[in-house]
């Protein structure tokens, strides 16, 4: 995409640049449609498509150009004035809620990116607020617009009757969970993809959040005034997808990148990035230590074919929450795929690091030999490629920690193979059980990407095809499988790559296609859905619109079910700006 939007710069009379000899639509077919199938729907804000080419993912395909460029690309492909913080800042808007009451601790809560430490997004019957005879019927309560967002791609969290939540223009805001009203905001400096952590931290309550240009940031919960800001990786395409984990005061931050994106352009000197899990003090941001997923520091292995330096080894990002482990003293974090030969043995793993000193005390390997990089040809390699390309089957999803009615732990990993593994953590990460969730598990991933849910019996998956599954956590035997098919308006979009999340007897799902869907945890047949490709009347009064549904999942708290809709992606989904409330009516 971002080599097209330099040819539309070039194009630019505004630019004063001599027009492409070169066709776009060609240029982008040839390099960009692997990830973005449809050049319309990269039509987003301004705001967002700055924030992409400057402090986002695609600031390194956009490094060439200098800040009135971006400016102006990002205009021109809008349509749109680049004015963001005049209008999306909380003090900007009508509903600001009424007085300065302070945070409590009382209240039922979805914190984080699981709900626990142990990321099984279940919520008990009392605490969810609503029981699964009463989903059919939800109706939409409320709908908050964020100005000048195309992915609302935080998932929100609650606490104290608050939500916090970030979106892709780096705004993020505190809202009254009941009625919509607007607290506070705080821009920081790219995109808030993170699930937002809440505490109390003495006398004060502390909002923790990742953004992704790979800075953690500890804010005011009360008021979102900054109290500290840590950068956590210098690598210029390192970024923070997955939430910070908090635990006995030291807030568990996970490192992915984009170079894997920027490896296929042929002049880039690819790699030098390697993912790690980076432990802080969550009162003032200080480093206590930092582990490389890969130990070996990146060194020159070659040049390409066109004199370009090539470096590695290098990978292993880990793109969601780390999960605790009281008992082993341990945090769970999982890795995705190696970018360069050959692939590290820490790559596409399940990683047991010790909670006081990072120090590996196991690794579990899912996929040896993954070396991946966005638009190399396994027929054709060329530039910055592997020899042998490897299929991209990362562990992408948390891994969910679960105790079995027979007092036997477990930790369930869906892997972008679509493959569902059980690991015994008090065995050094022995596989217990393997299931495979689709005909084929070996060519390229994307089946289970953003992860599961797990009650008492089953771990549930969305996947990436379309539809959704059940798994029995004792055994790993499969026990239904629901196909979803796209609405028609929307088929281009098919696929449940969000995160699922379940109460008792219900599992709710967002898909690609804008519909938000309840299923029978017992035999998975639909029995709620809420089309949310649509306008909205705000509760804010900014216009908004409902799309695409993928980084985030659903939240159930206190009798109300929140869920983001807008999220493009790598695979061109619907934007959309909004945060929609459902309860029971």
Known sequence: MRRFLLIIAAASPLLAQPAPRINPQALFDQNCAMCHADRIALRQTAEAIYKSISTGSMRMQAAALNEGEKRTIAELLSGDKLNIAQFADAKAMPNRCAGNARLTDAGAAWNGWGDDASNTRFQTEKTAGIKAGDVPRLKLKWAFGFPGASSVFGQPSVAGGRIFLGVDTGFVYSLDAATGCVRWSYQAGAGVRTAITVTRLGRNHMAFFGDMKATAYGIDADTGELIWKQKVEEHPTARITGAPALFEGRLYVPVASGEEGAGGNQRYQCCTFRGSIVALDAATGKQIWKTYVIPDEPKQIGTTSTGVQRWGPAGGGVWSAPTIDAKQHVLYATTGDAYTEPAAPTTDSIIAMNLENGRIEWVSQGT?????????????????????????????????????????????????????????????????????????????????????????????????????????????????????????????????????????????????????????????????????????????????KGGSMGAAGPVVVGGTLFTNSGYIGVRSGVPGNVLLAFSVQ
Not at 460 to 475: D, N
Request: proline residues 8%; aromatic residues 10%; glycine residues 14%.
């Open 368 to 544: 040896p030999n993954d070396a991946w990089l966005a638009g190399c040809d396994a027929k054709n390699p060329r530039g910055n490629c592997p020899q042998h390309l490897g299929p991209d089957q990362d562990f992408s999803a948390s891994t969910i920690l679960k105790t079995l009615p027979n007092g036997k732990r477990i930790l369930v990993a869906g892997q972008k193979s679509g493959n569902v593994w059980a690991f015994d953590p008090d065995n050094r990460g022995k596989v217990i059980w393997k299931t495979a969730l689709t005909s084929n598990t070996t060519e390229f991933g994307g089946k289970i990407v953003w992860g599961g849910t797990a009650d008492d019996q089953n771990a549930y998956f969305g996947l990436g095809p379309g539809g959704i599954a059940a798994v029995q956590l004792r055994e790993g035997e499969r026990k239904w499988f629901t196909p979803l098919e796209p609405a028609p308006a929307m088929a281009k979009h098919p696929g449940q790559d969000g995160p699922l999340t379940s109460i008792p007897g219900v599992v709710f799902s967002g898909g690609w296609d804008g519909i938000l869907r309840a299923l029978s945890s017992a035999d998975g047949h639909v029995i709620w859905e809420y089309n949310t490709v649509h306008d909205y009347e705000t509760v804010n009064g900014v216009p908004g």
